[in-house]
């Protein structure tokens, strides 16, 4: 995000942990990444609305892409 990479974990009841803060969504913690990433001149202390499905990114295993992991819910609700 912004030439930073960051990195959260989901654990196994479905929250997401990021920078040692658990969320209830991909959304919350994309919030909360994007804002601890501030651009510069950036004043604002709320965190963006963003659609964590979209937001997160991993590495295809086997392209080696990034894919939302809306795309990895796609693939995976059609077996692939």
């Known amino acids: 995000y912004l030439g930073q990479r960051h990195t959260a974990e989901v ?3 479905g929250q997401i942990r990021y920078a040692g803060t658990v969320y ?3 959304s919350a913690a994309g919030g909360a990444m994007a804002l ?3 651009q510069p001149g950036e ?3 709320r965190a963006p609305s ?3 499905w ?3 990114r991993v590495r295809d ?3 080696g892409e990034l894919v939302t992991l809306e795309e990895v819910r796609r693939q995976a609700a059609e077996g692939v």
């Open 54 to 56: 979209f937001f997160w």
């Open 50 to 52: 963003t659609n964590g």
């Open 11 to 13: 654990l196994p009841d």
């Open 24 to 26: 209830k969504s991909l």
């Open 36 to 38: 601890a990433v501030k």
């Open 43 to 45: 004043t604002s202390d």
């Open 61 to 63: 295993e086997k392209t």
